[in-house]
């Protein structure tokens, strides 16, 4: 019964922000690896940030480094990705995911092993 719920996206203008949720249900969010991740047409899905709680480590990509942060709130068993200063190549939609089996931020982020995927929400930055 363990599900994952993305929420927050919306249109925004280029240098705006916004903060994305990811709800987890069924499952203790707190020690697993959190990633999310982003897809825009005609394009693979990448690795944006992950969070991991087995050696903790973070992973930023670097298109996104600087200006995106990643969280969690465990009384909540919430993600967040907090995103600033929004660009129109961050167009896509995004998606959360959680990994049960220990593994690193960056390996989850490059190596895309979640477990659990949530359904997206779709982040457009325009003018």
């Known amino acids: 019964q363990l599900q994952v719920a993305e929420s927050g996206g919306g249109l925004v203008q280029p240098g705006g922000s916004l903060r994305l949720s990811c709800a987890v249900s069924?499952?203790?969010?707190?020690?697993?690896?959190i990633g999310w991740f982003r897809q825009a047409p005609g394009k693979e899905r990448e690795g944006v940030s992950c969070?991991?709680?087995?050696?903790?480590?973070?992973y930023y990509s670097d298109f996104v480094k600087g200006r995106f942060t990643i969280s969690r709130d465990n009384a909540k068993n919430t993600a967040y990705l907090q995103m600033h200063n929004l660009k129109p190549e961050d167009t896509a939609m995004y998606y959360c995911?959680?990994?049960?089996?220990?593994?690193?931020?960056?390996?989850?982020?490059?190596?895309?092993?979640?477990?659990?995927w949530g359904q997206g929400t779709q982040v457009t930055v325009s003018s």
């Open positions: 969070s991991s709680r087995s050696d903790g480590s973070t």
């Open positions: 069924g499952a203790t969010l707190r020690n697993f690896t």
């Open positions: 995911a959680i990994e049960i089996l220990p593994t690193t931020a960056q390996e989850m982020c490059i190596m895309d092993p979640g477990d659990f």
